[in-house]
């Protein structure tokens, strides 16, 4: 079943615990995510970017998500992920994406309560839920580059959810996207989390999450790849940020991670392997493990 975001983070708003975004751009993505979910017995949160819809296309990925959600029991919310194109955000409200987030963290505060606003009038005639972003997340992104972090205000946030009518909002407390997230042990500003939560109530989220296991880095790095310092954001600061108030957590970068160290491993170890099953086969079953090691860590596994 797909649901929008609102309904998917009610519970997990007032039962305290996060779902995780998992970014997706082909079948064995969804198929990982859905295959842990199941397994866990969890909600699922499934995520394209308009780069993943540049490279896929909207209907392919409709298809796979609504193909998915056809074949499970667990519930799951179609999200497109930094929204920033009105026309591709309008065909996704067509297309049966039941959440939209729009990006507007890069605009003057006045512009981006505009948009998203617009954003949010489109979306509910639909009954499509609409995530909000206030404040900078570091990090490359495909459509932005590199970028400093700037954190979340509490007070505006407070303003920005209010004129806006937003069902989840994107905060930036210290997070960053991408496998470069942090030169030393990061911090999460979690006196700032607990100060918008109790001034908006309202289901937050954490982008830039990725913990960017060392052990996929070492074998990534031990089968040709030049990862060299990869560096993501600690078990530990991912479980403080859900305990107070954090409850959706996005995913991409482990995803990949998990991908590459698989299809490296399997073409080096395996030379004379020419049949793609035999390379994107173990790639799933490690982005599943992934998956399934996020779900225990978010708390979402039995919420399905
Ligand atoms: O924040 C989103 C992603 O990690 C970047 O994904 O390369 O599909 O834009 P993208
Ligand atoms: P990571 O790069 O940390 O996986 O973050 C992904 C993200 O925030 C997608 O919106
Ligand atoms: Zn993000």
Redesign the pocket.
């Known amino acids: 079943m797909i649901i929008s975001l609102k309904r998917m983070l009610a519970q997990a708003n007032k039962k305290n615990y996060a779902v995780g975004?998992y970014?997706i751009n082909n079948m064995e993505f969804v198929q990982a995510v859905v295959s842990a979910s199941e397994k866990m017995n969890s909600p699922a949160i499934i995520?394209t970017?308009e780069g993943a819809i540049r490279y896929a296309g909207m209907p392919y990925l409709k298809t796979l998500v609504y193909t998915a959600a056809a074949h499970t029991k667990i519930p799951i919310t179609f999200h497109l992920?930094?929204g920033r194109d009105f026309t591709v955000i309008k065909q996704a409200i067509k297309a049966g994406y039941s959440s939209i987030m729009y990006d507007g963290s890069h605009l003057p505060f006045k512009e981006n309560v505009r948009n998203t606003a617009k954003v949010v009038r489109w979306a509910h005639k639909k009954g499509v839920s609409v995530e909000g972003e206030l404040g900078t997340?570091g990090?490359a992104e495909d459509l932005v580059s590199s970028r400093e972090i700037i954190y979340t205000d509490p007070d505006t946030a407070k303003e920005f959810v209010e004129k806006t009518g937003v069902d989840a909002l994107a905060i930036a407390i210290g997070?960053s996207?991408?496998a470069y997230?942090f030169s030393s042990t990061p911090t999460l500003d979690i006196a700032r989390l607990k100060t918008i939560k109790k001034l908006t109530k309202l289901p937050l989220v954490l982008?830039?999450?990725?913990e960017v296991p060392q052990y996929l880095v070492r074998q990534a790095n031990r089968y040709g790849a030049t990862l060299g310092k990869a560096r993501?954001?600690p078990d530990a600061q991912i479980r403080q940020a859900v305990k107070h108030g954090i409850n959706k957590v996005?995913?991409?970068?482990?995803l990949r991670l998990a991908f590459l160290a698989s299809t490296r491993k399997t073409l080096v170890k395996q030379p004379s392997v020419f049949d793609p099953r035999k390379i994107l086969g173990p790639a799933r079953d490690y982005v599943q493990k992934i998956v399934e090691d996020r779900i225990k860590l978010l708390g979402s596994k039995g919420k399905a």
Request: glycine share 18%.
């Open positions: 975004a970014n995520s970017t992920d930094h997340i990090g997070t996207h991408g997230k982008h830039g999450a990725s993501g954001v996005n995913e991409d970068t482990d």
